[in-house]
T-cell receptor, first 112, second 118 residues
Framework: AQKITQTQPGMFVQEKEAVTLDCTYD???????LFWYKQPSSGEMIFLIY??????QNATEGRYSLNFQKARKSANLVISASQLGDSAMYFC?????????FGKGNQVVVIP | DGGITQSPKYLFRKEGQNVTLSCEQN?????MYWYRQDPGQGLRLIYY???????QKGDIAEGYSVSREKKESFPLTVTSAQKNPTAFYLC?????????????????FGAGSRLTVL
């Protein structure tokens, strides 16, 4: 079974600074996909970024980038230039063939 | 605008009662999913459906039931057999994109339904 691990405690980040959220995963499947979602206090889940296991380059989407280290089974999310609106829970997820398995999340609070 | 509508947003239930959560999408997506979220936890899959009139159990299906009579609708019933139903429930969908599979599983989520058992 797929396993996603997010173990960082809640984080406080100064506005305009970068923050890195850790995610490690475990799978024996050579083909897999990794995702990051954001969940603000309102509860909706917002897709941020996707990385395929065969992608040669790290994924980037605006201020979000994914530091993909395949040999270490690591897929860390980097948020550059944090904004107050980035305060949320962040979830790492992995594609099972027909569904997504989620980690327990990282809480981020951006302070002015 | 296309999206997923979940209702009700908040629901209170007495112990021993069944309750049905609605999920409707107008995205023409093929697959639909129900996840449960408890405080401080990630999302756990309850049920999913890839085609009308067919669905599969997820990791925590006990005490829940679903139906998929229409492509756009995937209601979830929380039965009295569910011992600890108080949680936040999220519905999601994704399209089938042929060779690439399930839209790389980029799920679109609804706003969620918060169920509290009194």
């Amino acid at each position: 079974a797929q396993k996603i691990t997010q173990t960082q405690p809640g984080m406080f980040v100064q506005e305009k600074e970068a923050v890195t959220l850790d995610c490690t995963y475990d799978t024996s499947d050579p083909s897999y996909g990794l995702f990051w979602y954001k969940q603000p206090s309102s509860g909706e889940m917002i897709f941020l970024i996707y990385q395929g296991s065969y992608d040669q380059q790290n994924a980037t989407e605006g201020r979000y980038s994914l530091n993909f280290q395949k040999a270490r089974k690591s897929a860390n999310l980097v948020i550059s230039a944090s904004q107050l609106g980035d305060s949320a829970m962040y979830f790492c997820a992995m594609r099972d063939p027909n569904r997504l398995a989620f980690g327990k999340g990282n809480q981020v609070v951006v302070i002015p | 605008d296309g999206g997923i509508t979940q209702s009700p947003k908040y629901l209170f239930r007495k112990e021993g009662q069944n309750v049905t959560l609605s999920c409707e999408q107008n995205l023409n997506h093929d697959a639909m999913y129900w996840y449960r979220q408890d405080p401080g936890q990630g999302l756990r899959l309850i049920y999913y459906s890839q085609i009308v009139n067919d669905f599969q159990k997820g990791d925590i299906a006990e005490g829940y039931s679903v139906s998929r009579e229409k492509k756009e609708s995937f209601p979830l019933t929380v039965t009295s057999a569910q011992k600890n139903p108080t949680a936040f429930y999220l519905c999601a969908s994704t399209p089938w994109v042929g060779v690439g599979g399930w839209g790389a599983n980029v799920l679109t989520f609804g706003a969620g339904s918060r169920l509290t058992v009194l």
